[in-house]
Structures are given as structure tokens and as C-alpha cells.
């Protein structure tokens, strides 16, 4: 099993901006999972991009990935408020485990 | 829509006492997983089931902690006797499958005194 280990820790940045946080794991995967959290509540999934995928898009969404460097990047583009939340990957093989994320701030 | 349901939201207890959670996952979910979140950090897988089999529980501290899935269905996350570190939010997640998206209940917010 493999957790997904989340860059930068934090990122403030100002509301209507975009942003971008990145995802590192180790061993081969079946597909990758992004998620969300609001403080004090369960998480929320957001968008899964399978292995032999490359860039997938949801809404204001982006998840590329890249399997040869075993990384993932996540971009919110115009950002809102209510994206304030931290934002977990999850390299998904038999187990579902999670880093320790990365938090988002959106500054109005 | 359908949810993960767990209760209880909140507990306080004291330490050396016992303390159960219990979660319903979505109906036809076969896959159903609980963490403990401690303030700040991520989740942390304690057990994942596959229907009522124990997939993992390799960080699952087992001379206080228990969880177990009677039919396949809903499940019961038991601690006993309860520490001051045990304090954190339990987690209960369901899959339709192993590689498949994970649905989160709302969770239970323990504080052990």
C-alpha cells in the first residue's frame, strides 16, 4: 500500500486565482483519486483519473497525470471562497490511504 | 442521494472507558474503510473491509481497538479501554468496489477526559 504525499503543505492565494498542488507517490497504480475536506467534515471525492489517462477535466477541475514520474497535479482554476478546504490524493491500489494534504486558502 | 450514515456525531467519554461507533455505507457498497483523523493530519486508514472479510488492519491498534461487519453491511468500530490520545474524528467511508470512488459519512467526534 502507498499513500500520496501532497506539495506545498499550504497555498494561500487570492480569490478568481488559480490553483495548482501536486501529488507524488511511489509504487504502480490502478488509478488516482483527489478529494476534498472541509474543516470538521468528511471528505468529498472530486475527480479519479485511471492510469493509462493522462489529463481528465471537471468543471473548474484539471488532474494530469503522469505516470512515468509517478506524479499528479490538481489545478482549481477562478478560484472561489468555497474552495477554501484541504485536498487529499489518493494513489489508489488495494488500500485507500491519504497524506497529510494540502490546505487552501482563498482570500477574498 | 445516498449517504454513509454514522452516529454517533459526537461522544465525550472517559479514559478506560469503552466506546463504539457504528456506520451504515451506501446500499450495495462492498468495500467499506475506517480512519482516525487527528486534528490537522491526514486520515489514517485503521481497517478495510471487503464485504464482512478484513482486507487491512495493519495499523489498527488491536489490543484496545476492534471493528467487525456482521453480514457485509453496516459496521461497529469499538475501543476499549478509551485513552486521552484516542481523542480524534472516526471516519467511515464505502466503495462500490476496491478501485472505486469512496463516499465519507460526516463522522464522530471523540474526546476522551
Known amino acids: 500500500s502507498q499513500q500520496g504525499e501532497e506539495d506545498p503543505q499550504a497555498l494561500s492565494i487570492q480569490e478568481g486565482e488559480n490553483a495548482t498542488m501536486n501529488c507524488s507517490y511511489k509504487?504502480?497504480?490502478?488509478?488516482l483519486q483527489w478529494y476534498r475536506q472541509n474543516s470538521g467534515r468528511g471528505l468529498v471525492h472530486l475527480i479519479l483519473?485511471?492510469?493509462?489517462?493522462r489529463e481528465k477535466h471537471s468543471g473548474r477541475l484539471r488532474v494530469t497525470l503522469d505516470t512515468s514520474k509517478k506524479s499528479s497535479s490538481l489545478l482549481i482554476t477562478a478560484s472561489r471562497a468555497a474552495d477554501t478546504a484541504s485536498y487529499f490524493c489518493?494513489?489508489?491500489?488495494?488500500?485507500?490511504?491519504f497524506g497529510t494534504g494540502t490546505r487552501l486558502t482563498i482570500i477574498p | 442521494e445516498a449517504e454513509v450514515a454514522q452516529s454517533p456525531r459526537y461522544k465525550i467519554t472517559e479514559k478506560s472507558q469503552a466506546v463504539a461507533f457504528w456506520c451504515d455505507p451506501i446500499?450495495?457498497?462492498?468495500?467499506l474503510y475506517w480512519y482516525r483523523q487527528i486534528l490537522g493530519q491526514g486520515p489514517e486508514l485503521l481497517v478495510q473491509?471487503?464485504?464482512?472479510?478484513?482486507?487491512?488492519d495493519s495499523q489498527l491498534p488491536k489490543d484496545r481497538f476492534s471493528a467487525e461487519r456482521l453480514k457485509g453491511v453496516d459496521s461497529t468500530l469499538k475501543i476499549q479501554p478509551a485513552e486521552l490520545g484516542d481523542s480524534a474524528m472516526y471516519l467511515c467511508?464505502?466503495?462500490?468496489?476496491?478501485?472505486?470512488?469512496?463516499?465519507f459519512g460526516q463522522g464522530t467526534r471523540l474526546t476522551v477526559v
Open positions: 467511508a464505502s466503495s462500490l468496489g476496491v478501485y472505486t470512488e469512496a463516499f
Open positions: 509504487t504502480s497504480i490502478n488509478n
Open positions: 483519473i485511471r492510469s493509462n489517462e
Open positions: 489518493a494513489p489508489r491500489d488495494e488500500k485507500l490511504t
Open positions: 446500499s450495495g457498497h462492498a468495500t
Open positions: 473491509f471487503q464485504d464482512e472479510s478484513v482486507v487491512d
